[in-house]
């Protein structure tokens, strides 16, 4: 069975920008969370999606928004990048069928903003 | 108070030692508790998840829960180099939010 997979594995934006990170779920899992770890933050909670919507949602600005498709497939979007946005940015899927699901992460994309 | 609380370590342990990583939470009413493992420049690998107080074992692995004290602890038995890594406790919270401590760093020296 594949694991979660998040596209592209790098990235490199400059200030303004926007930019758009791709992840696939585990076949069958229908939730989609995103996180940003960065060394000083640790891993930080971002948003959720089920079923095409957005369940819950962490403390970040309003450039960073999200999407699933009916796929479950999910992209997220940062808009008017800044400097601190650089960061490993993670996608974990689950079943979501019950509250003591486990996640499984992607490798992650590395955004750097220049 | 942060929710979830590791020391930052680095823990460094003997190989064949038993490594103890301990964690703190906040929030009373968290069911679900997980122990992801994460190498330099690599995403979070789960290796135990746990419910109910007590211990559950899964090979060299054992996770203690006491929800009465908000502890969660990771014993790692006959520790070996390769289980160096950053150990993160993750509580699950409202909407299938997981919330990490920033980590504990382990160090198995041979």
């Known amino acids: 069975k594949a694991g979660v997979t998040q596209t592209p594995r790098y990235l490199i934006k400059t200030r303004g920008q926007q930019v758009t990170l791709s992840c696939s779920p585990i076949s069958g899992h229908r939730s989609v969370s995103w996180y940003q770890q960065t060394p000083g933050q640790g891993l930080q909670f971002l948003f959720e999606?089920?079923?095409?919507?957005?369940?819950n949602k962490g403390n970040f600005p309003g450039r960073f928004s999200g999407r699933q498709f009916s796929n479950s497939r999910s992209e997220m979007n940062v808009s008017t990048l800044e400097l601190g946005d650089s960061a490993l940015y993670l996608c974990?899927?689950?079943?979501?069928?019950?509250?003591?699901?486990?996640?499984?992460f992607g490798s992650g994309t590395q955004l750097s903003v220049l | 108070q942060k929710e979830v609380e590791q020391n930052s370590g680095p823990l460094s342990v003997p190989e064949g030692a038993i490594a103890s990583l301990n964690c703190t939470y906040s929030?009373?009413?968290?069911?679900?508790f997980f122990w992801y493992r994460q190498y330099s420049g690599k995403s979070p690998e789960l290796i135990m998840s746990?419910?109910?107080?007590g211990d559950k074992e899964d090979g060299r692995f054992t996770a203690q829960l006491n929800k009465a004290s908000q502890y969660v602890s990771l014993l790692i038995r006959d520790s070996q180099p390769s289980d160096s890594a950053t150990y993160l406790c993750?509580?699950?919270?409202?909407?299938?939010?997981?919330?990490f401590g920033a980590g504990t760093i382990l160090r198995v020296k041979s």
């Open positions: 746990i419910y109910s107080n």
């Open positions: 993750a509580v699950m919270g409202y909407g299938n939010k997981l919330v």
């Open positions: 999606y089920f079923s095409e919507t957005q369940r």
């Open positions: 929030d009373r009413v968290s069911q679900s």
């Open positions: 974990a899927s689950s079943l979501a069928e019950s509250t003591n699901e486990k996640l499984f």
